[in-house]
């Protein structure tokens, strides 16, 4: 038995969402968004380095001397599946473990709306789910591709940094790629892919220009294509994928994103104030003519009116879904108010106005 296997069955026993190793300071589990020291000794550089080198293979040890940090996925059989990041620090070397559940979550037991599920059935198109770091985006796409594995039958490619979730071939041809194992990059996976004859895409992440450009375009090439940005509304998801192009292409860019774009969720987590356990709050754009107009011609910022107005075609803001959270007593005023686009709105809710004073109102 490693050495770590006693912290990793701790995180599975207390419901923890990632466990921090780092020299210098006793091992802390993330519990519902907070971190909570474990009662354990504080760990040495040399202690720490042992043990994470039993768990690593010998080609992520090399990466890790020779750059400082790596990233790679850890299986322990029986247990869990977890995406690692291992770092130096000025202490010494330090880890960050995610858990990732064996059991893929459906979008109904996510909490989130079912029309998501549909986002699984269209032809072709690009779906982008966004959000800050630790907002659910992987567990959201697992949950679509999940969805299309059980009801399509065709054939998915994954390209991951690294493989997370694991999807077993159902109804689909599923394959997983991962970044430094099976490929080099995102967008040498991305090229090969519309060789191997996919049905639907995922990308992990669309981190330059060069992924973005060939994301739109297998998108518009009769492929589904699933990827993820760090950005926190649809309106600014689109203008910071314009932007990553040259000004003399971005023109160009509107038209083909406009044709491409079938829809963008995006996520922010909140810690629940009823009972124990987080929520997911989304904002939800679909790609309707109307809104396909406003990428196309630059006026992006009249995006978020339209999904007010949109609720018909299953639209919602991010803010209503967070004021429908508040007004159920579910979250907090205060994280409400901090997380909110139009903070204006949840000021008669909150009781600290200090926090009023020291936060942005814009957003």
Same mark, same amino acid.
């Given at each position: ?9 701790? &995180? ?32 040495? /550089? ?32 029986? +247990? ?8 130096? %620090? ?22 989130? *709306? ?15 789910? #966004? ?26 490619? #994954? ?109 922010? &987590? ?5 009972? @124990? ?24 910022? %009249?995006?978020?009116? &339209? ?12 803010? /209503?879904?967070?004021?429908?959270? +508040? %007004?159920?007593?579910?979250?907090? @005023? ?13 000021? *008669? ?9 020291? #936060?942005?109102?814009?957003?």
């Amino acid at each position: 038995m490693a050495k770590l296997d006693p912290f990793f069955k701790l &995180m599975i026993e207390t419901g923890a969402s990632d466990l921090h190793l780092s020299t210098g300071n006793p091992p802390l589990l993330r519990i519902h968004g907070d971190l909570q020291r474990v009662k354990y000794k504080v760990l040495e /550089d040399e202690e720490l380095r042992e043990m994470l080198y039993e768990v690593a293979p010998e080609e992520v040890i090399k990466k890790f001397e020779e750059e400082g940090e790596v990233d790679f996925g850890l299986e322990i059989p029986g +247990l869990a599946r977890f995406r690692v990041n291992y770092y130096k %620090q000025r202490k010494g070397v330090a880890a960050a473990f995610r858990l990732i559940p064996n059991k893929i979550k459906t979008i109904e037991e996510l909490g989130l *709306p079912s029309l998501l599920n549909k986002l699984a059935l269209l032809p072709r198109g690009l779906v982008l789910v #966004t959000g800050p770091t630790g907002s659910g985006k992987s567990t959201t796409l697992a949950a679509i591709i999940d969805y299309a594995n059980r009801t399509r039958y065709d054939h998915i490619i #994954t390209i991951e940094d690294p493989i997370e979730f694991v999807h077993e071939s159902r109804n689909c041809l599923v394959n997983q790629r991962e970044l430094g194992t099976h490929t080099k990059s995102f967008a040498n996976a991305l090229r090969a892919a519309l060789r191997e004859d996919p049905d639907i895409i995922l990308v992990g992440e669309m981190r330059d220009l060069e992924t973005i450009s060939l994301a739109i375009e297998a998108s518009l090439t009769g492929h589904l294509v699933f990827s993820t940005l760090h950005t926190i509304s649809a309106a600014k998801t689109i203008d910071r994928i314009i932007e990553v192009f040259p000004p003399a292409q971005q023109a160009q860019v509107r038209s083909s994103l406009s044709d491409a774009i079938r829809a963008v969720i995006s996520q922010t &987590m909140f810690k629940r104030i009823d009972r @124990p356990g987080r929520i997911v709050a989304v904002e939800i754009m679909i790609a309707t003519p109307a809104i396909r107009n406003l990428i196309r011609e630059n006026k992006t910022h %009249q995006i978020p009116s &339209m999904i007010q107005t949109g609720r018909k075609y299953g639209m919602i803001s991010l803010d /209503d879904c967070i004021m429908d959270y +508040l %007004q159920k007593g579910w979250i907090s @005023p205060e994280e409400a108010f901090i997380k909110a686009i139009d903070k204006t709105r949840f000021l *008669p809710f909150i009781k600290d106005k200090e926090l009023a004073d020291f #936060t942005e109102i814009p957003g």
